[in-house]
């Protein structure tokens, strides 16, 4: 891969700076990111996630309820789920603004504690944003699949990402 991916800037004599994503004019449709590493989903995890926004369903939570579904134990709340799947992708899309919205949202296969997750990001379109001379807008199909490729979710967003002639402006975190 070229040298435009590098995750490490120089920023003065024998001072390396690691940074952490691309800038928009990195980005183009056809790309295909496999994010590293995944995440094992804990069961503690998911019981706080449903807690903490507040949803009751027992099928999250409770071990001997979900014994006798289809399941045969507690699944992992949605809004979990999203957030690993968007979670995952940081290190590529480190230098976005803000996520500008999502397209689709598709729960294809039900996760539960102890799986392990991946993501892989495929770049579908780029375009200026015209309210947002820092930023460009990425469009991005998220593929939330476990080790043996069975996919989980599908999901898709766009993300407003720094262009590198924001880079004077941003503070050092964002490799600047």
Known sequence: MSDTF???DPVGDNRIRETVGLWFEQFAPGQVFDH???I???QTANADEALA???QAMIHFDHHYAQATE???PLVVSTLTLQYAIGLGWKTFGRRRRILGFSSIRLTAPV???DTLYAR????ATAPLA???DCGSVEAAIALVRPDGAAIADIGCSFAIYRRSAAGRLPASFGA
């Open 112 to 114: 539960r504690g102890g």
């Open 71 to 73: 399941f045969g134990v």
């Open 36 to 38: 590293r590493p995944g």
């Open 121 to 124: 990001s495929g770049i579908v």
């Open 53 to 55: 926004s507040l949803n």
């Open 6 to 8: 590098a995750a490490f």
């Open 131 to 133: 309210d947002d001379p």
């Open 40 to 42: 094992t989903v804990s």
